[in-house]
């Protein structure tokens, strides 16, 4: 029996929880009825799909850590022939190996990024869940060979455990367009405006765009996020804060803008550049970590170190097309990658 950690039915829609919903919609489609797969989800989770293949089972009376931590592990122990699959960085302690999943160990290796109390309690248990999961488990997932090659050289005993099952694209195919986001962004003319989503994490460079679009003042600049670092007092003129957006804004503003702006640090993966590669948007990208694997030649790169860019001079720079980026990857793909460990097991 595999019982899969659905604590990530709780959380709003980000990367990691983005992977592992997609995932397991996509192999719910490819496995057949031999399997015994059961989604154990906490009573705070929502939206959960109507899986045909997959059942869904609901435990304990609060979520978060303390039911990861002491629900699902008390239902996985008690079932000796089973195992858990974790696909969002963290499991159970103190139970029978299973698979888990590390999207990257950016609390590892950029431990300076985190500097308020809270961000480093949440660090110093990250890094142990990585300690943890690479001597314990029996076989590990990450999301491209950049990061597997980390995982490997910061803890040796990852070596011969790890997959590479990797993100995709299909689900922009979902998205929806906005009909009024020009009416409540009057600011914005379609394909004159440089577009980036932006969080408070360190690794996302957002100060890359407020010196960029300094040094850049006949441009303008959108970016969008619930929380967005800055050193800054002043954002420049040419810089419009959105704030949070919905998925629907995103896909317009990605479709619409002259560029989708991604100077990270360090991406496991990168989901939001192959999102805007899929809507059709150009790509100007960081060339950092995993996203000359994952971009191949379909965008524009910068060194997101230096801002002395002239944004003009690197948009005539050719590019190839995004089929190559976007052929490498699906949910099916990933999806059949997982199916093959799970029946392994």
Not at 113 to 119: A, I, K, Q, V
Not at 146 to 155: G, W
Not at 304 to 312: G, I, K, Q, R
């Amino acid at each position: 029996m595999i019982i899969i950690n659905g604590r990530f039915m709780e959380d709003r829609m980000q990367g990691l929880v983005r992977y592992a919903r997609e995932l397991l919609s996509a192999l719910d489609l490819l496995m057949d009825d031999s399997m015994d797969i059961t989604l154990l989800v906490p009573p705070t989770a929502h939206d959960i799909p109507d899986y045909k293949r997959i059942r869904v089972e609901q435990a304990g009376n609060r979520g978060g850590i303390i039911w990861e931590q002491t629900v699902l592990r008390k239902y996985v122990r008690r079932r000796r022939d089973s195992f858990c699959l974790n696909l969002c960085n963290v499991t159970p302690l103190f139970m029978q190996p299973g698979i888990t999943a590390i999207l990257d160990i950016m609390y590892k290796v950029n431990p300076s990024h985190y500097t308020t109390f809270r961000n480093r309690l949440s660090r110093m248990w990250h890094c142990l869940q990585y300690s943890y999961i690479t001597s314990h488990e029996k076989k590990i997932i990450t999301i491209s060979n950049f990061c597997k090659e980390e995982i490997e050289k910061y803890y040796p005993k990852a070596k011969g455990k790890i997959t590479v099952v990797p993100c995709a694209w299909q689900h922009v195919r979902q998205y929806r367009e906005s009909s009024d986001w020009e009416e409540r962004y009057p600011f914005l003319e379609k394909k004159k405006f440089f577009f980036s989503l932006a969080t408070l994490a360190k690794n996302k460079n957002g100060k890359w765009i407020i010196e960029a679009a300094g040094r850049n003042p006949h441009e303008t600049f959108a970016i969008a996020g619930k929380h967005y670092e800055t050193e800054y007092t002043e954002i420049p003129e040419n810089v419009h804060m959105l704030g949070f957006i919905s998925d629907e804004d995103a896909c317009s503003l990605m479709k619409n803008c002259k560029a989708f702006i991604f100077p990270s640090l360090y991406e496991g993966f990168g989901l939001p550049p192959i999102e805007a590669l899929a809507l059709g948007a150009e790509v100007i990208s960081s060339n950092t970590a995993s996203l000359p694997e994952v971009l191949s030649d379909s965008v524009h790169y910068i060194d997101p170190y230096n801002t002395e860019v002239d944004l003009d001079a690197l948009m005539k720079e050719k590019t190839g097309t995004g089929d190559h980026a976007l052929g490498q990857f699906s949910w099916e793909k990933s999806a059949g990658l997982l199916l093959d460990m799970l029946k392994n097991e």
